[in-house]
């Protein structure tokens, strides 16, 4: 049981505790400098299942993750607010202050993606909100051809992100935006898109995450990727956990856990051309793939040095 005498939980907590004493979230001095104290914490390499930690701090962590998910919302609409008062705002992108953290996660997930869809037609962000970096990254350097459409379930994100790609004479033509629950996005929309990306903190706990999974598995076309964005070790405290087992009805291909300045993990999955049963490896009940005969079990926990993880069948 992972409790306070863990000197990484330990400081968490005391940065949890100044964190919940703010009066906003808004980006500012204090703000910023506890922020950057809970990311300098959790961004070293640290040997973490999140599963293990004891009741009061699970309980911390999921509280955590809101905040900071409140934080990074806060902070993404302050900066799309500066940039759209240019008038060529992509120029100005470098003014977010981790800018190029999107540049290497960008390029991470390109990599990873290319490895087994090379060239994608229609790509779907989920939870763009209202600085869409990486659909901008992607479809500016690495998916050149692509039509990104961008979900949120906030409009007001939507304006300000439309806002910066407007006067853009190619992006203004290959993105667009909708206002929109995913969990309202049925067959007819989902089955045209290549990829599909889940931003990470679309579902903030592991329980509504799942719920979006299983609506994208069942709407996704067969054969379609599914990009979703995870944390591994400390950085746990920061983003949700997404497991293998949590993809019922996709095969996964690759999980990478980064150790460099770029924190979230990234997990490479496909839908299932057809699903024909159900088995439990002691991970809770997964749904197999006809093509697979069978489930490979991953623990990051156990291969440490390993940044890759491959699932074949």
Do not use: W
Request: charged share 20%.
């Amino acid at each position: 049981m992972v409790c306070l005498r863990d000197s990484v939980v330990q400081k968490v907590c005391e940065l949890y505790d100044e964190i919940s004493k703010l009066e906003n979230l808004r980006p500012s001095k204090d703000v910023d400098a506890l922020f950057t104290q809970l990311v300098g914490t959790c961004i070293p390499p640290y040997p973490m299942d999140v599963t293990k930690l004891c009741t009061k701090i699970k309980r911390i962590r999921n509280n955590l993750i809101r905040l900071c998910g409140q934080a990074e919302g806060l902070m993404e609409k302050h900066y799309s607010t500066l940039l759209g008062s240019f008038e060529n705002p992509l120029d100005h992108l470098d003014l977010f202050p981790y800018y190029s953290n999107y540049l290497k996660l960008s390029r991470l997930e390109f990599d990873l993606l290319s490895q087994h869809c090379s060239s994608p037609g229609r790509v779907a962000f989920v939870g763009s909100g209202p600085l869409p970096l990486t659909s901008i990254v992607l479809a500016s350097h690495h998916l050149t051809s692509s039509v990104f459409h961008n979900y949120d379930i906030d409009a007001s994100a939507n304006s300000m992100a439309m806002k910066l790609v407007e006067s853009h004479p190619d992006l203004s033509k290959r993105m667009e935006f909708h206002t929109t629950d995913i969990m309202n996005v049925s067959s007819a929309a989902l089955k045209d898109y290549d990829v599909v990306f889940l931003a990470a903190l679309v579902g903030m706990e592991i329980e509504e995450k799942i719920h979006v999974i299983k609506h994208l598995a069942k709407h996704m076309a067969p054969g379609a990727i599914l990009m979703l964005r995870s944390a591994h070790g400390a950085r746990a405290f920061l983003y949700p956990v997404v497991e293998p087992h949590d993809l019922q009805g996709f095969e996964v291909l690759t999980v990478y856990h980064p150790t460099d300045e770029v924190i979230n993990s990234v997990v490479v999955a496909r839908k299932c051309p057809k699903l024909v049963h159900s088995v439990n490896q002691g991970f809770g009940p997964q749904m197999l793939c006809s093509k697979c005969g069978q489930i490979e079990g991953f623990n990051p926990l156990s291969q440490m040095n390993m940044v890759v993880e491959d699932h074949l069948c």
